[in-house]
């Protein structure tokens, strides 16, 4: 799917503690260029918090994050700003500004990095980021409040796509989709994926999801990634919450869902 060796993401001996909560104790993890990383495990486990330490919102206790193969931590200001330039952020629903149009949303960013870029050129690029989304061109003018969750969904994405990243962090992105939506949404994100060469971190509970776009998949539990690998590979695994969630009801179901979509076309039932 075309995946290099070369990691893009390197976590090493993480640890977040929260008053007395340890969330991540030692927690190692590898993101190789190129690739959709599904990220899962069970509520409290530390999903988001793994993906806002390593884009710097959290500061860890202890531990390397490395990303492009730089350490994020102990930065320039230029070395620093220029490392999130390279990387765009999905947060849940959205997370638009509620008083900006999304136009203005998308070019929050731009702003923020090119701030001579003129006003026609913004909403060039702001229209062409809203359709590439799949969005049409005069969702522009509308405000986050005015659109459905999955078009408020489409519109954060264009805006974590506004600089052109190299690496994309989607943080649930089809929570609170009907199926429809959501199978529309993977099928977007495998599509800029492949188009844009993208690398994409993202965190779901969406088993239809992870098998349908996710090259591998990391399962984070008792502190830490207790095993990466394709889903098969998890699924040789006797680990108990691993077994629970992919071989149960709806993991079985999901499964099911893409054995029949990868039938050849007139194949016998």
Not at 232 to 241: G, M, R, T, Y
Request: hydrophobic fraction near 40%; charge should be negative.
């Amino acid at each position: 799917m075309g995946v290099s060796g070369e990691p893009i993401i390197r976590v090493r001996g993480l640890t977040n503690r929260f008053g007395g909560q340890t969330v991540h104790d030692g927690l190692d993890l590898d993101m190789t260029r190129g690739e959709i990383l599904g990220v899962v495990g069970g509520s409290g486990t530390g999903k988001s918090v793994l993906m806002r330490s390593i884009i710097g919102l959290q500061t860890p206790e202890q531990g390397l994050v490395e990303v492009f193969g730089e350490p994020t931590q102990g930065l320039r200001e230029a070395d620093e700003r220029a490392m999130r330039g390279r990387w765009g952020v999905l947060f849940q629903d959205g997370a638009l500004f509620s008083t900006l149009t999304v136009a203005e949303n998308i070019q929050v960013p731009i702003r923020e990095y090119y701030p001579r870029v003129d006003r026609t050129l913004l909403d060039e690029i702001a229209t062409y980021k809203l359709v590439t989304t799949g969005l049409p061109a005069d969702a522009s003018v509308k405000y986050p409040s005015e659109l459905s969750g999955g078009m408020r969904k489409r519109a954060g994405l264009a805006r974590a796509l506004s600089l052109d990243p190299e690496l994309l962090f989607l943080d649930e992105p089809t929570a609170g989709l009907d199926p429809i939506g959501a199978s529309a949404f993977d099928e977007l994100t495998r599509g800029l994926k492949e188009t844009l060469g993208l690398s994409v971190f993202l965190i779901t509970h969406d088993l239809d999801t992870l098998y349908a776009i996710c090259d591998r998949v990391a399962v984070l539990a008792d502190g830490k990634v207790v095993a990466v690998g394709t889903i098969p590979e998890l699924l040789a695994l006797d680990h108990p919450w691993i077994q629970s969630y992919f071989n149960g009801p709806r993991g079985r179901a999901a499964a099911g869902t893409r054995e029949s979509l990868d039938e050849p076309a007139g194949a016998e039932a």
